[in-house]
């Protein structure tokens, strides 16, 4: 019984600090900044994450046993796809970091492959 008590007590705290931090995130008036207006190191920082985040998304799936041919295909794209990325990535990250200057070009090659990687997500199966 103390355990029941206690879970739906906690329960009830949970969602009442939930309801008040959503609460308190639609009064602030946060807007997603355009791609363009961002800093070369924050778009050096959002190109890691968003390669960061796909490729141990890769790690995780590549150990699967069970994919079916389809989803193999994809995860032969993907790999593929961050294999070319990332030295454009990390070349980016060392300009920047560097020079404090963006490429331009390399900017809108890694871009271009980061897309590509979203349309892999969009025509994928979850599995």
Same mark, same amino acid.
């Given at each position: 019984?103390?355990?029941?008590?206690?879970?739906r %007590? +906690?329960?009830? &705290?949970? &969602?009442?600090?939930?309801?008040? %931090?959503l609460?308190?995130?639609?009064m602030?008036?946060?807007k997603?900044?355009?791609?363009s207006?961002?800093?070369?190191?924050?778009?050096?920082? $959002? !190109?890691?994450a968003?390669?960061?985040?796909?490729?141990?998304?890769? @790690?995780?799936?590549?150990?699967?046993e069970?994919?079916? #041919?389809?989803? @193999?295909?994809? !995860?032969? #794209?993907?790999?593929?796809?961050?294999?070319?990325? $990332?030295?454009?990535?990390?070349?980016? /990250?060392?300009?920047?970091? %560097?020079?404090?200057v963006?490429?331009?070009? @390399? #900017? /809108?090659?890694i871009?271009?492959?980061?897309?590509?990687l979203?349309?892999?997500?969009?025509? @994928?199966? /979850? +599995?």
């Open positions: 019984m103390i355990l029941k008590n206690g879970v %007590g +906690f329960s009830l &705290i949970f &969602i009442l600090v939930l309801m008040v %931090g609460s308190a995130c639609s602030t008036n946060i997603p900044v355009p791609f207006d961002l800093t070369a190191k924050q778009k050096a920082l $959002w !190109m890691m968003v390669y960061n985040r796909e490729a141990q998304d890769y @790690k995780l799936k590549a150990t699967f069970d994919l079916t #041919e389809p989803e @193999k295909e994809i !995860m032969r #794209e993907k790999k593929k796809i961050l294999e070319k990325a $990332w030295p454009l990535i990390d070349a980016y /990250d060392k300009l920047v970091v %560097g020079v404090g963006s490429d331009k070009e @390399k #900017e /809108d090659e871009l271009k492959l980061l897309t590509q979203e349309r892999l997500l969009i025509r @994928k199966i /979850d +599995f």
